[in-house]
C-alpha cells in the first residue's frame, strides 16, 4: 500500500491573499472584524479567523455601521459595493483578480451593447457577485441542457452575445457547454476557453494525472467548496473511488480495504495541515509509509490591497 499526493494541491494564490487580508485587518485595525461570507470555502480556516476576532454575517445589514468589512474572495454584485459605500462602512475587498477579471469582462460586454451568458452553478457567491455586475442582459446556464432552452431578448432574435464562466468549474463540463453555446450562437463571443482559473486548472490535471496510479483518492476540502467538488468529480470520471472530507475524522476504513494505493489532494482553499492530517490517519489505518510532503510552487502572487500591504 501506498499513497500519493496531487501536485499542485490546496492553498492558490487568491485563497492566500483573502486569508491575509483578514489576517492584516485584524492586526491592523483589532477586532472585530466583519466579513461578508465565509471569506474562503473552508471550515477550518474560517473557525481559526472567527477565533481570532473575524465576525463572519451573510449581509451588510448585519454590519454596525462604522465597522470594517471585507468581501470574500467570491466577489460581490455592485449593488453590495453601493450599499458599503452608502453607508460608509470601510471596505477591504478580498476578491481574488481572477474574478476580478471576469467581473470587468461582464462590464465590458455589456457596454458594447452584448448581453451576457455566465456559465456556473446557480446560488454559489461567485455567481451572485458575477451576475451583479449589470442590472439586466445577464443570463445563467448550468449545463448543456440549460442552453437549448435558455430564452433571450424580448423579440425572438438573439441579441449579440458574449459568455463568461465562473472560476471553477470542471474544465470538460465547461468545454462542452461552450461548444453547445457556439453551435446555437455561432457568434457569441468570449474568452480564449474559458475563465477557469490557473489553480483550478492545475488541480484538476493533477488529480487526473493522480487517478492513473491509485484505485481511491481522497480531497480535502469542505462540502461548500465548487473546486473541491469539481476534484472529487474529475477523480471519479476516470474510473477511481474518491471522497470529499473535510477533516481526517470522516475517513472510513472500509475504503482502503481492496485498495493498493491511495491518492491525496486539496481544493484551493484546504490548508495545507489538513493534507497532513489526512496523510497521517490514512498512513496510521493502513500501515503505508509517509510521503514526501513537498508542493510544487505555481509562482502565482496577489499584492494585497493599500491600506494593508
Ligand atoms: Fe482565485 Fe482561482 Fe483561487 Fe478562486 S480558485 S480564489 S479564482 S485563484
Known sequence: MQILLANPRGFCAGVERAISIVERALEKFGAPIYVRHEVVHNRFVVDDLKAKGAVFVHELDEVP????????????????????????????DATCPLVTKVHLEVERHRKAGRE????????????????????????????????????????????????????????????????????????????????????????????????????????????????????????????????????????????FAAANAVGVTAGASAPEALVAEVVAAVAKLTGAPQPEIAQEDEGVRFPLPKGLD
Open 116 to 255: 451576457v451568458i455566465m456559465i456556473g452553478h446557480r446560488g454559489h457567491p461567485e455567481v451572485e457577485g458575477t451576475m451583479g455586475q449589470w442590472p439586466d442582459g445577464m443570463y445563467l446556464v448550468e449545463n448543456v441542457a440549460d442552453v437549448a432552452t435558455l430564452k433571450l431578448g424580448a423579440g425572438g432574435t438573439a441579441p449579440p452575445l458574449a459568455y463568461v464562466t465562473q472560476t471553477t468549474l470542471s474544465v470538460d463540463d465547461a468545454a462542452a457547454i461552450v461548444a453547445a453555446l457556439k453551435a446555437r450562437f455561432p457568434d457569441i463571443v468570449g474568452p480564449k476557453k474559458d475563465d477557469i482559473c490557473y489553480a483550478t486548472q492545475n488541480r484538476q490535471d493533477a488529480v487526473r494525472r493522480l487517478a492513473q496510479q491509485c484505485d481511491v483518492i481522497l480531497v480535502v476540502g469542505s462540502p461548500n467548496s465548487s473546486n473541491s467538488n469539481r476534484l472529487r468529480e474529475v477523480a471519479e470520471q476516470q474510473g477511481v473511488k474518491a471522497w470529499l472530507i473535510d477533516r481526517a475524522a470522516e475517513i472510513r476504513p472500509e475504503w
Open 65 to 92: 455601521d462604522g465597522a470594517t468589512v471585507i468581501f470574500s474572495a467570491h466577489g460581490v454584485p455592485k449593488s453590495v459595493r453601493a450599499e458599503a459605500e452608502r453607508r460608509d462602512l470601510k471596505v477591504f
